[in-house]
């Protein structure tokens, strides 16, 4: 448990080229004023509470039991389930 950290990224969109980058095809990125920001702060226990800004509740799972919802939360289940 200790101070949290901040990261923030601005989005992207290909313009063209979506799947071809890969291929060795051209692709033609650039990014867009939305961003994504994350603030981290470390806990003792195996949960997590995501807030959204554009939500007005916050939601909860534990680590290790990462589960589909069909929501916004399954972005952030996925990180924690792949990077588990």
């Known amino acids: 448990v200790g101070a949290g ?4 990224a601005p989005g ?10 890969y291929n060795g095809g051209f ?3 650039t990014a867009i004023p939305q961003r994504t ?7 003792a226990d195996l949960q997590v509470t995501a807030r959204s800004a554009n939500e007005a509740a916050s939601a909860r799972y534990s680590l290790g ?3 589909r919802r069909g ?3 399954d972005y952030v289940q996925c990180i924690t389930w792949s990077l588990r």
Do not use: C, K, M, Y
């Open 5 to 8: 950290v901040q990261a923030s």
């Open 12 to 21: 992207r969109v290909n313009l063209i080229g979506d799947h071809t980058d």
């Open 27 to 29: 692709v033609f990125p």
């Open 37 to 43: 920001t994350v603030h981290l702060t470390r806990r």
């Open 65 to 67: 039991q990462e589960r």
């Open 71 to 73: 929501d916004w939360l």
